[in-house]
């Protein structure tokens, strides 16, 4: 069965979907520190 493989697959998705949503965040962050004027 790929069970265990769906499982990682997913875990996998969830974990570049966070890791992306927290690099959008960190990028969206830098300019309201106000560095870009």
């Known amino acids: 069965m790929d069970a265990p493989s769906l499982a990682d697959f997913y875990r996998l998705c ?3 979907s ?3 949503a927290l690099l959008l965040a ?3 962050l ?3 520190t106000g560095t870009s004027e």
Request: glycine share 0%.
């Open 30 to 32: 830098e300019p309201a």
């Open 26 to 28: 960190a990028l969206d």
């Open 14 to 16: 969830m974990r570049r």
């Open 18 to 20: 966070v890791a992306a």
